[in-house]
Structures are given as C-alpha cells and as structure tokens.
C-alpha cells in the first residue's frame, strides 16, 4: 500500500463544513480526476477516474446534496488497474453543477484553469487543493527522495495549480511532459506542509516521525565513525609508543633516562591497546592525560634521537 494511498484516504475523512466548501473540493476533484468526452450523437459526459473506492463514494456524498443522481463505474485500465469513476451526464441539472463548480462555463464550455469565484476564501482554496491532490496527487514515502506532484494534462492547469499553491506559501515548480504535466516539489518541507494544509494531519506526523529518525541515524552513524576513527588513532598511536619503548630499552643508555620515561615505557608496553586516558589512571600514582601525553611524546622523540643524544 502507497503512502500516496494512505494520504488519500485520510483526506477521505476530512468533511467540509460549507456549501461552498464542498463546491470547491468537488471542483478539484474534477479538475484534477475529470475527462470530458462527446458521444457521436452529441451527447456528452464527464466522469473523475478515481483509484480508491472510498474517494469515489466521498465524491457521491459530495454531489448527492446539489441533487445530482451520478454513476458510479468499475473498470479496469491495464496498467493502471482497476479505477472507479463517478460519472455526470448531460442532464440540466448536471450542466447546472457543472458550471457551479466551476468545470463548465456560462456557455457551457470546458475551462481550462480554474474560476477565482471558486477558490476566493481561503477554505474554498484548501479544499479545492484537497480535491485536486484526491484527482490526481501523489507524494513519496517517507524517507525516499522527496516528491510530492499533481500531474494534469494542460499546462494553464498547471501554471494555474502551482499559482494557487503559492498562495498558501508553498512553492511548487511545473514541469511538461511526454503526455502530461506536473506541477511538482522536491522539498521536504514543502511536502510537508502541504499534507498539513490539506488536512491529512496523521500522514504529516508520520513523515515528521521518520524525518526525526533520519537525523538521528544519521547523528548516531556519524558519531559511530567518528568513534571508529578515533579508535583507529589511539591504536596507531599505542602501537608507535610499544615500538619507541622498545627502542629505547634496547639502547645502552636506557638506565639514563628520566624515571618518568622509563616508568611511562613500561606502562606502555603492559598496556598496549589502552587510551590513553585509561592509561593514565593505571599509572602510580595515577596521572593527568595531560602528563601521561606529555611523557609519552617525549619518549617516542628520545626513541627517534641517536645513540649518543641518549647518552
């Protein structure tokens, strides 16, 4: 199951309050979902091919109350699968709710962009955008590379939704294609904030969630490596001591040095793979890491002096 299907669903749910509201989501869903198609004897139809069953019976819900008597249609469009349309024909009071919503002009021709008497409040805006993103809206997983897209057939459409969408602050590019158009954002909060206009509230804290456990993967698996390198540094750094500390034993002036060097040599050689913190608290008395570094380096650089700087 799709996220995109999950988001559809949830929107499902979301009833508007209004009349006019409801005109508006119905105008999207047309505008989004819809084909216009002539019959040879003059007769037409317009029908919104729909993916989920539960968004067609909205659809149905939402056309019931302007008396509009619509079909309701299975079928099945390889390779797209089965589809559910909801079909008005060319009675009066279809071409009358046609032009309401926006679909059809005063003289009953097809619009190509959408009517600004449609979506002039702002809830109207939101809830033709919802009806739209339910026609023909789609949105990535969470966690995969982000992309949330209305794709239309027209490219005024398009111009259009992508002015309507930055309205409300959220900026989408368009973008024609072979056989379509899309007006499209790869932003991750843009995605974001538009499932949270558009009211699938439980889908945008789902993204939320797997944004919040992204960045702390990512913080985890940097401070993992960071780790793992500092490991890698302490390891390199006790194995050259181990190897000066022997040198320095094996030269004739070993007996000669600081008793801070040599006790810092042995301690070395025990305790090859401590860090040097922990090193540091087995020396007696325990010492600072400060010191115990201090110590050390002078000990590899005397390692590295000849024979006769030792004597």
Known sequence: MSFTQDVKRELDTVVPENEHCRRAELSGVFFGAGTFEIASGGEYTVRASLALPATARRVLALLKPFGANAELRTVDSPPIGRRYEVVLGDGERHLQLLNEIGVLSDTLALRATVP???????????????????????????GAPVHAEFTVEDADLA???????????????????????ACYTKRGETAADLLAVLGAHGARLRWEEHLVFGRVRERANRLANCDQANARRAAEAGRRQVTAARRLMAEAGWSALPATVRDSAHLRIKY?????????????PPLTKSSLNHRLRRMVALAGATPSTLS
């Open 116 to 142: 600004r008497r449609i979506v002039a409040r702002h809830c109207c805006l939101v809830a033709f955008l919802r009806g739209m993103f339910m026609g023909c809206g789609s949105i990535s997983m969470p």
């Open 159 to 181: 111009e259009d939704l992508g002015k309507l969408l930055a309205r409300l602050d959220l900026r989408f590019s368009v973008a024609a294609r072979a056989r379509n158009v």
């Open 272 to 284: 090859p793979y401590l860090s040097l913190e922990e090193l540091a608290a087995r020396a007696r």
